[in-house]
């Protein structure tokens, strides 16, 4: 069992499409951040989210903070192919930083 | 572009060799991270330094072994790994981790595709 758990593990959509997906832990998390990483890079940090509720907009990207900061979401509208990549939620329960199992996106022009 | 350079890119070597990995970054952060990337296991975190200073090793295997000798460079030297050791080795760095529940926004290498034959 991993501490961060996503879904769906892969995702394979049309342009124009609506997604989301999730990261889901049974501990609490004092914060996430979400990163995206493209083939052949390393990830790079989309947002930080800190407080339990909490919503923050990138652009097309909807991120979400579970009540409980045990979980969260990430919505996109009107998906694009640049928005292919691997999609990690990250965080640290404890002392421990831990990734996430990854989201891959591929999106179909 | 994110201000981290690691070399070489990819790397082939024998159960017996001994190969050394390379990281940079031109960032002015303190704290650098290695992580290994398999095909199907999330992002493991290796080894932290802070300001030099090892701070993490989450249980690593003694035969891979860090190296910090400023807050620029990191290492990772190799030696008799086995071919389960083939990863996406990434370096990553960023301003001083507060080694609490929170971690900075970390800036990650392109990496190095590491296979063990």
């Known amino acids: 069992t991993q501490l961060l758990e996503q879904s769906p593990q892969f995702l394979s959509i049309q342009e124009g499409e609506n997604l989301t997906v999730y990261c889901n832990s049974s501990?609490?998390?004092?914060?996430l951040q979400w990163y995206r990483q493209e083939p052949g890079e390393g990830p790079v940090l989309l947002v930080t989210?800190?407080?339990?509720?909490e919503v923050k907009k990138l652009k097309r990207l909807t991120f979400q903070f579970g009540d409980a900061r045990k979980d969260s979401s990430l919505h996109i509208t009107a998906a694009q192919p640049g928005d292919t990549g691997l999609y990690l939620c990250?965080?640290?329960?404890?002392?421990?930083?831990?990734f996430g199992t990854g989201t891959s996106l591929t999106v179909i022009p | 572009e994110t201000g981290v350079t690691q070399t070489p890119r990819h790397l082939v070597m024998g159960m017996t060799n001994k190969k050394s990995l390379k990281c940079e970054q031109h960032?002015?952060?303190?704290?650098m991270y290695w992580y290994k990337q398999s095909a199907k296991k999330p992002l493991e975190l290796m080894f932290v330094?802070?300001?030099?200073?090892?701070?993490e090793n989450n249980s690593v295997p003694s035969r891979f072994s860090p190296e910090c000798p400023n807050s620029s460079h990191l290492f990772l030297h190799l030696h008799t790994l086995q071919p389960e050791d083939s990863a996406l080795y990434l370096c990553?760095?960023?301003?001083?981790?507060?080694?609490?529940?929170?971690?900075?926004?970390?800036?990650f290498g392109p990496g190095t595709r590491l296979t063990v034959l």
């Open positions: 960032l002015g952060h303190n704290a």
């Open positions: 501990s609490v998390f004092s914060s």
């Open positions: 990553a760095s960023s301003t001083q981790t507060s080694g609490g529940p929170y971690y900075n926004e970390q800036f």
């Open positions: 330094y802070n300001f030099k200073e090892q701070t």
């Open positions: 989210v800190v407080t339990g509720g």
């Open positions: 990250a965080g640290a329960p404890g002392n421990q930083f831990y």
